[in-house]
């Protein structure tokens, strides 16, 4: 061998290592870093035109938040309140969100279920920085999907979702079909002892094995609130005898939240931002996974007060109460009989009015997605996908115009809502038996020892996350990424950049 030939082996055997200790080289398979193609900031771009532009100015910052019944908590808010100021706009609006980062801690927002371009998707070390004390960022999206959305930091959700920082979206159609339209977002507290977002485990250990696939969480928090506000602090539904509203519930928490209405007083009208289709569902007990959305068509039989309540069974459930009534002034009485049923809905029970599929597809990737829980070496628990805990986890990979088929199987013991974004998939069957109307959606909780499969299309150019929404089993690994071909991030998870 010459010296030449010598000369450019050890180049290139330079190179590699190189490579492979840079930030650009990620073992982990995503493409978070440099390799090819092009960037996420150049794809799915969209333009103004002659759209009207909704433009709204959210302000992270620290408050000091009154719950009810004299609890005070140090809540992290966009704009002053939990939740933070309510975003309503019209199918085809432009929308603008000025971001503001007061806070001494980096943020995002994530504009959860809202299709829109990668680059506006708020998941720090993915598709932007997150935003530092002092500084700013403008999401843009075109509200194209009515429906009911909301929004949260995915900065270090874990813990900054559990401390305020998240608000309501309503992409409203061009002519609303109900006149009275409510947002409800339900959620947990920490006032006692423990510290708000704090996920520890040794409370599971000693007990609370309750078998509903929440042993981990219950133990975590003591108040429950609507809108920010628990017990008698919440308030109440103002409707007359005869009148409809379309109520939309969010669950910005980490546990389930059972919500029992009157009898024969509602329809589920929508599951997360999907129509409901045919009969439409008049069950009378509401199951709202974390993260998960759905919509009912609630009707105030009488003018006497009512009460909407969450499932008196469950753990400082008395915290959680919607009175309706019939004036503004009207005295919420404690005697109102909380109703109890068992005829239960959830994001599974109603088919979608539109499909994503009218047959089941022909995949072109298939991913077998394992969910469970284990433990790291020195670190305790971890949550995992397929045996390995993200940034480790082994992500999907796509190309634009794929038809992706995802067999979620949770052979562990806890509850996991799993959640896509970017995307709609078509949840096409529930332990091997199909649905004869399938349901699309954003989210499918995933109960211990069910197995859901689910179909999407690749129409969305980027890097998405797909990854438990009890924020806590995020934290703890619970992700993984769907990684287009021929893009790449050019951020980098880690440091400032913690997306769970
Ligand atoms: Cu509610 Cu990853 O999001
Ligand atoms: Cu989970």
Redesign the pocket.
């Given at each position: 061998m010459n010296r030449k030939v010598i000369g450019s082996i050890l180049i290139v055997i330079l190179l590699a290592i190189g490579y492979f200790i840079s930030p650009f080289y990620n073992n982990e398979g995503y493409n978070t870093g440099s390799q090819g193609g092009i960037s996420i900031l150049e794809v799915g771009a969209q333009e103004v035109r002659d759209r009207p532009v909704k433009t709204y100015e959210l302000t992270a910052q620290e408050t000091e938040w009154e719950l009810g019944d004299g609890k005070q908590v140090n809540a992290w808010t966009y704009n002053g309140t939990v939740p933070g100021e309510a975003l309503r706009v019209t199918k085809g609006d432009f929308v603008r969100v000025h971001l503001k980062n007061e806070l001494d801690v980096p943020v995002t927002i994530?504009w959860?279920g809202v299709i829109l371009p990668n680059k506006m998707d708020g998941?720090p070390g993915l598709t932007q920085d997150a935003v530092e004390p002092g500084e700013s960022f403008t999401y843009e999206f075109i509200a194209n999907d009515p429906g009911t959305y909301?929004y949260?930091s995915?900065q270090h959700?874990a813990d900054q979702v559990d401390r305020g920082l998240y608000g309501s979206l309503v992409i409203e159609e061009k002519e609303p079909e109900y006149e009275q339209d409510e947002f409800f977002i339900l959620d947990e507290w920490t006032t006692g002892s423990g510290d708000q977002g704090s996920f520890n485990m040794g409370g599971m250990m000693q007990g609370h094995m309750s078998g509903d696939g929440e042993m981990d969480t219950k133990q975590l928090y003591d108040t429950f609130t609507v809108n920010g506000k628990s017990g008698d602090a919440i308030e109440p539904l103002v409707m007359k005898e005869g009148e409809t509203a379309r109520l939309r519930f969010v669950n910005a928490g980490y546990q389930q939240h059972q919500l029992m209405f009157p009898e024969d007083s509602i329809k589920v009208i929508a599951n997360d931002s999907e129509e409901v289709s045919g009969e439409k569902g008049s069950a009378q007990v509401v199951e709202i996974a974390p993260?998960e959305r759905i919509d009912v068509a609630y009707i105030k039989q009488s003018d006497e007060p009512a009460v909407i309540a969450e499932n008196p069974n469950v753990e400082n459930a008395g915290d959680m109460q919607i009175p309706v009534v019939s004036n503004e002034n009207a005295v919420v009485q404690d005697d109102v009989t909380v109703p109890v049923s068992s005829a239960m809905a959830d994001g599974t029970s109603y088919g979608s009015e539109e499909l994503l599929f009218k047959e089941t597809p022909d995949p072109d990737v298939t991913y077998d997605m394992d969910l469970s829980m284990g433990m790291n070496m020195g670190e305790g628990m971890s949550f995992q996908i397929n045996g390995q805990s993200f940034p480790e986890t082994p992500p999907i990979k796509v190309e634009e115009g794929d038809i992706v088929k995802v067999n979620i199987k949770n052979e562990g013991r806890m509850n996991h809502p799993m959640?896509l974004?970017g995307h709609r998939f078509q949840v096409a069957s529930k332990n091997g038996t199909s649905y004869d109307n399938p349901i699309v959606k954003d989210m499918i909780h995933v109960k211990p020892g069910e197995e859901y499969v689910v179909y999407f299309e690749a129409d969305n150019k980027g890097e998405w996350?797909f990854?438990c929404?009890d924020n806590n089993h995020?934290d703890l690994g619970m992700i993984t990424i769907v990684d287009y071909k021929g893009v790449y991030s050019p951020f980098e998870i880690g440091g400032e950049n913690q997306p769970e």
């Open positions: 994530h959860h998941v909301w949260h995915h959700s993260g959640h974004h996350l990854h929404h995020a």
